[in-house]
């Protein structure tokens, strides 16, 4: 049974991987440093199209979670700062 599961796991796994890599904006966002074909549909899932969310808005003004965006090292580790939204920092761990 866990061989069944198992095996339904990895293709559940290699459809997402695919459909990340099926949409212009999932393959935008993996050509970031760090981001992976999951970080890119969750963060396609909250935003949707980008098309359809800058129809109408500014671009310096857009009203969207973002991403941490300072880091600090400490020895091996890297940890986050307090960064602009504390709801994508998940995303980064």
Avoid at 11 to 22: H, V
Avoid at 53 to 61: D, P
Avoid at 63 to 80: C, H, I
Wanted: glycine content about 8%.
């Amino acid at each position: 049974m866990i061989e069944t599961l198992t095996e339904e796991i990895r293709n559940l796994e290699k459809a997402i991987e695919e459909r990340a890599g099926s949409l212009k904006e999932t393959q935008l966002l993996m050509t970031l440093p760090g981001v992976s074909y999951f970080t890119a549909l969750t963060v396609y899932a909250e935003l949707g199209e980008i098309d359809t969310l800058l129809t109408g808005v500014k671009r310096h003004k857009l009203p969207v979670k973002s991403l941490p965006d300072r880091t600090a090292v400490a020895g091996e580790r890297e940890r986050m700062k307090r960064g602009p939204a504390r709801e994508g920092r998940w995303l980064m761990v």
